[in-house]
Nanobody
């Protein structure tokens, strides 16, 4: 079992920045990919960014160039640096982990979520 705990969400004005963190614990040897999904009210959960075990990263088109995903393996922690935030980035952000997490169905573990609210 793997336990994921997010932190770093909050309220920020448009154009501002936030950094999300996701601390992983438990049987993390089975984790290859880690990443972030988000879900806005009334919308489906969508993939934001993935840090894959083989060194590549993936970003949704809507965040490319503004968000940066990174992983500190020594601390078992995943980060999401979010710059130039827009009101449409407002959502609950969920940390995800598993062997492959490119689709919701393939995610093995979820965090409890951290709220990001961007005011205009």
């Amino acid at each position: 079992q793997v336990h994921l705990v997010e932190s770093g969400g909050g309220l920020v004005q448009a154009g501002g920045s936030l950094r999300l963190s996701c601390a992983a614990s438990g049987n993390i040897v089975n984790i290859n990919d880690m990443g972030w999904y988000r879900q806005a009210p009334g919308k489906e959960r969508e993939l934001v960014a993935v840090d894959a075990s083989y060194g590549s990263t993936y970003y949704a088109t809507s965040v490319k160039g503004r968000f940066t995903i990174s992983r500190d393996n020594g601390k078992n922690t995943l980060y999401l640096q979010m710059n130039s935030l827009k009101p449409e980035d407002t959502a609950m952000y969920y940390c995800a982990a598993g062997r492959r997490i490119i689709t919701i169905q393939s995610v093995d573990y979820w965090g409890q979520g951290t709220q990001v609210t961007v005011s205009s």
